[in-house]
């Protein structure tokens, strides 16, 4: 493990290396034997924590900028809520103080059978099969899955920032490009060990949201027990109301997908709607309409079209 | 007066201030770290264990298994008398695997993180067979009957009002914050063990057994313990291993257990399913009443959990009977788990209660009172003590339950569906063995037991005992206690160690102030008391606790939410030393059946039997958010046949009966009866 005293050392590091920022989700892996990193390069003090406002008059956040750091910026809980909320409705304050913006991006899943290596798991052994399937899946994803995985992305900040809209700002030795998060992501399909589009040696340096005047935003949670614990389902939304005409809205589920799910149809099905109950159900059966029930976790189906649906309701009252 | 009054633990500061020495802190000189590995598959064999690469591993002293340990003894009996262990197969002594996790081998190193190396590089070669984790039934395994009485099967055909239902408890994990952990050191023959152990006394002679040493050579001390609730009863593999490879190595061993085999390795509250028949004339009399329950256990292993302990005294029925029987599968041996047999049992038969009271029209609290006890019909005797009638109407009024309506979400409050229900509870009143010394000094004095203090008070309620006694203040009683050489004391297990201590504690104490008088001024004397105990004899009289809880839920169907909000709490636990430490015994043990009713189930794995959500982010227990709003009574009246100050103890009777509670107040709120715990949100909205 080493530590990088600078940008470029760490990129210049990186192509043999697994960054470390954090440490809440590599750390835990690595003592469970489930990642097995030959070096460990850590970029926690580099200066990639600042939080500034943009000249449209959007956010740049940092890559390093904590959870905390961002949840209770007094920009994003003015402008962003859906992202405060969301961040702080996970995990506990201790993981956030040291929890990262880019850190959290790359969150690996809590499917059990990913997280204990004496299992089966196509994600951690590519070929090896998936005992989640026809085993314990309560946890696990309707959305997005393959026959060879189907874990659930367990983030509540990557949720809210699906819904804004953020684009990911990416740097490598060679290359710098600017990613838009409904693209970062890879649906499991018949390579459930690649969960992004990051190619090897390319780090992620900040995330950008979109200026959000006139938009109202917001996070709700369910799960079994009130804190402390990953999402059965969560919807992050965001709309521009026009009277009680929705103007524009934007739509991401969590908990339910084996990526933090956007849902354009229901979206588009919501644009110009009256704002009414019916209308916020109908728009969560079309964003539920191509889920598949696992063994045990049919109940998150039903359970999501709630959670989105009290979500918008919320945040047009 | 000192008892009965509310003062603070008197090592209270110790262990805020971090000084407290607890048993996984202790660092021996020359000490050697431990890691037992576990087996990867529940049954079958293991075929060979390759150390090659744990020993090349830096530090690494020594790899054990089956075929180069030290030759254990197996614990053959257990009884109070030779002592008692719940796995009696010594650790490393075959080839056999019959649970996951199994310890196969133990990986001994100069270091912690040496030992962890190199046990993540023995590698264990095995031949498993197929695994015995079928799904229970109530009426598995060859029928023990509990009590009878009457002719309840006639009864129960000829009553037009009952209820015919299984009910279900998952597999809990008890999980106190601190691990099983031992440090062993030997002197010669003699070893020292420093334990995480709810009996010490108990514990000293299962190794004296099982390491075939002299029982005088043996030592056992838990000075403070992290908690235990039943799971540090009696002692667990590690133990042994411990001092086994310290004896030699002729190093001290210290090994601390994880996180994850403290869910494989050291005793769960067993899977039950439970049987309950129950028949009612139209005037809510029971007539019948019959309890048929069953719990897995281990295959070499025999842990009855006898859900049926409080069926047979707490309701007036002339028609009973109770059986239960052992599923044997693969899976480590479970253990008691705080208010064994009683609180999955009372969840149970409440439970029926509460659908007889459905099926009767008639409120469930009226239906309670209507069959209150007079007398222990199970064994026909009387109570020496029993206000359970007076806990039902106090907690009723505390409560406001008068303003319930019947009807499932026919109530409502904030926008949300409130749920109302009511159950019963009791647990056993019984004393074990004890003697006490009581060194007195003039202005001060020590008090010593092999009693141990698990995290309930033990110390402070000792010394307030003491204080009283003797006439000094509290604060110049040094309590001594969690030392195996010391006079011997209770376990900490069956909420008997408040009652145990109290007699022979005031006889220790009137025998040195006896002294005193024929003694120099400035002269040390000693006093000594004892008595017997009453656990496992054939009482005259039935002495248990009795309670009532009253729980609020909330239910918001638009987000399947469900929060338990209130509980209203009225206890019958005898003459309470301690109203603060008491009170908190019974507020955890209500947060304890939150999380049983609510979350806590541990997962195994249908294909491996592996148990799966073993860690605290999937194991869910209820966190400080889910806390309900609590008021906790106690009658206080004394129970003076079980002793002179009238004490009973009051570390499980809290939760007996809150998960039936609960699910009562939840089948109120949405019209879902969950007989199968613990409640889901896909039991609430649908699967």
């Known amino acids: 493990m080493t530590r990088a005293a600078s940008l470029d050392d760490a990129l210049r590091a990186a192509a043999s290396s697994q960054y470390c920022a954090g440490g809440t989700t590599l750390i835990d892996l690595m003592r469970q034997d489930v990642m097995r990193p030959e070096r460990v390069v850590a970029i926690n003090r580099l200066p990639l924590t600042s939080i500034d406002t943009t000249a449209d008059g959007g956010l740049r956040i940092g890559a390093l900028a904590t959870n905390s750091d961002v949840a209770h910026h007094e920009r994003v809980r003015a402008d962003y809520r859906v992202l405060s909320e969301a961040i702080l409705s996970g ?122 005047r006139g938009w109202r935003s917001h996070y709700l949670k369910l799960r079994d027990r009130q804190s402390y614990e990953f999402a059965l389902a969560s919807a992050a939304v965001a709309v521009r109301l026009d009277g009680s005409t929705l103007a524009d809205v934007r739509i991401a589920l969590g908990g339910v997908g084996t990526i933090p799910w956007r849902t354009p149809a229901a979206e588009a099905a919501l644009r110009g709607a009256t704002v009414s109950r019916d209308a916020f159900r109908a728009a969560a059966e079309i964003a539920l309409r191509d889920a598949r029930p696992q063994s045990e976790n049919g109940f998150k189906i039903e359970l999501a079209k709630r959670c989105l649906t009290q979500a918008l309701i919320e945040v047009t009252a | 007066m000192s008892v009965g009054t509310p003062i603070d633990r008197i090592e209270g500061r110790l262990k805020v201030t971090g000084a407290a020495d607890y048993t996984s802190d202790r660092i021996l000189d020359g000490m050697l770290y431990g890691i037992p590995v576990g087996s990867t598959i529940a049954a079958g064999r293991v075929v060979r264990v390759d150390a090659k690469d744990a020993l090349a591993v830096p530090g690494v002293v020594a790899v054990y298994d089956h075929t180069n340990f030290e030759t254990l003894h197996s614990h053959g009996r257990s009884s109070l008398k030779d002592g008692i262990v719940d796995e009696h197969r010594a650790p490393l002594s075959d080839d ?47 029928r023990k009957l509990g009590s009878h009485r009457g002719d309840p099967d006639a009864a129960f055909a000829a009553s037009a009002i009952k209820v015919d239902q299984t009910y279900r408890t998952p597999v809990e994990t008890h999980n106190p914050i601190e691990l099983h952990a031992t440090v062993a050191a030997w002197e010669g023959e003699r070893v020292t063990l420093f334990e995480t152990s709810q009996a010490i006394v108990n514990h000293q002679r299962v190794l004296t057994e099982m390491l075939g040493a002299k029982s005088d050579n043996v030592r056992v001390l838990t000075h403070y313990l ?172 505390k409560f406001g339950w008068d303003q319930r309506t019947a009807a499932v979400g026919s109530m409502h409050r904030d926008g949300m569906i409130l749920g109302w229900g009511m159950a019963g509870c009791s647990w056993i009143a019984d004393r074990l063995d004890c003697e006490v010394r009581v060194e007195l000094s003039p202005g001060s004095a020590r008090v010593f037991c092999a009693v141990q203090d698990i995290g309930t008070g033990t110390y402070t309620m000792l010394a307030q005992i003491a204080s009283d006694a003797l006439g000094l203040p509290v604060r110049d009683v040094t309590i001594s206690i969690g030392d195996s050489s010391l006079p011997p004391g209770p376990m900490s297990g069956g909420s008997m160690a408040t009652a145990s201590v109290i007699p022979p504690t005031i006889a220790a104490c009137k025998d040195a102030l006896h002294k005193r008088e024929r003694a120099a001024a400035q002269e040390t004397v000693v006093g000594y008391g004892r008595s017997n105990g009453t656990f496992g004899g054939e009482p005259k009289k039935s002495s248990h606790s009795f309670g009532a809880h009253f729980i609020e839920v909330t239910w918001q169907p638009e987000i399947a939410r469900l929060r338990v909000r209130r509980v209203v709490s009225v206890i019958d636990g005898g003459k309470i030393i301690n109203p603060k430490t008491a009170r908190n015994q019974i507020e955890g043990a209500i947060v304890f059946g939150v999380g049983m009713a609510l979350f806590e189930e541990t997962r195994y794995d249908p294909r491996t039997a592996a148990p799966l959500n073993r860690n605290f982010a999937d194991y869910v227990v209820a966190s400080n958010a889910d806390h309900p709003a609590m008021d906790v009574t106690f009658l206080d009246y004394p129970d003076y046949d079980l002793n002179p100050l009238g004490a009973r103890g009051v570390g499980e009777i809290g939760l007996a009966g809150v998960a039936a509670a609960i699910t009562s107040a939840v089948h109120h709120a949405t019209g879902v009866r969950v007989r199968d715990l613990p409640v889901t949100i896909e039991d609430l909205i649908g699967r």
């Open chain 2, 96 to 142: 056999d695997v019959q649970y996951y996790g199994q310890y196969v081998a133990l990986v001994i190193a100069h270091t912690l993180e040496s030992a962890q190396e190199g046990a993540a590089l023995v590698r264990v070669t095995y031949a498993p067979s197929a695994v015995r984790n079928a799904p229970i039934t109530p009426d598995e395994g060859e």
């Open chain 2, 226 to 397: 992290g908690s235990g609730f039943g799971g540090k009863l009696w002692p667990w593999p590690q133990s042994p291993l411990a001092a086994a490879a310290a004896r030699k190595l002729g190093q001290p061993v210290k090994i601390v257990i994880t996180r994850e085999q403290m869910f494989m390795n050291v005793g769960h509250r067993p899977k039950t399913a439970q049987r309950v028949r129950i028949s009612a004339g139209t005037d809510g009399r029971l007539t019948s009443l019959q309890h048929d329950s069953t719990n897995h256990t281990n295959m070499l292993d025999d842990y009855d959990e006898d859900c049926a302990e409080a069926t047979t005294y707490f309701y007036s029925v002339p028609n009973l009977r109770v059986t239960s029987g052992v599923a044997k599968r693969n899976v480590g041996s479970p253990t008691s788990m705080r208010g064994p047999g009683a609180v999955p049992g009372l969840f149970a038969t409440e439970s029926a209660l509460d659908e007889l009271a459905i099926a009767l029209n008639m409120d469930p609290l009226a239906l309670r009172l209507r069959n209150v006890p007079q007398r222990d019909e199970g064994l026909d005797i009387p109570f020496t003590s029993c206000h359970v009638a007076e806990c039902y109407e106090l907690g009723a009024q």
């Open chain 1, 91 to 212: 995990a506990t304050t201790q993981i956030r103080n040291m929890a990262t913006t880019g850190g959290n991006l790359l969150q690996r899943t809590r499917c059990i059978y990913f997280r204990d290596p004496h299992s089966a798991c196509n994600k951690r052994e590519p070929g090896s099969g998936c005992p989640a399937i026809a085993g314990y899946n309560r946890n696990l994803a309707v959305l997005g899955t393959s026959e060879h995985c189907i874990a659930s992305n367990p983030s509540d900040q990557n949720v809210a920032l699906m819904a804004l809209g953020a684009a990911i700002d990416v740097r490598s030795v060679a290359v710098t490009r600017t990613i838009p998060i409904d693209q970062f992501y890879r649906l499991p399909g018949e390579t459930p060990e690649i969960e992004t589009v990051l190619e090897p040696g390319e780090l992620i340096v900040g995330v950008t949201l979109p200026p959000m």
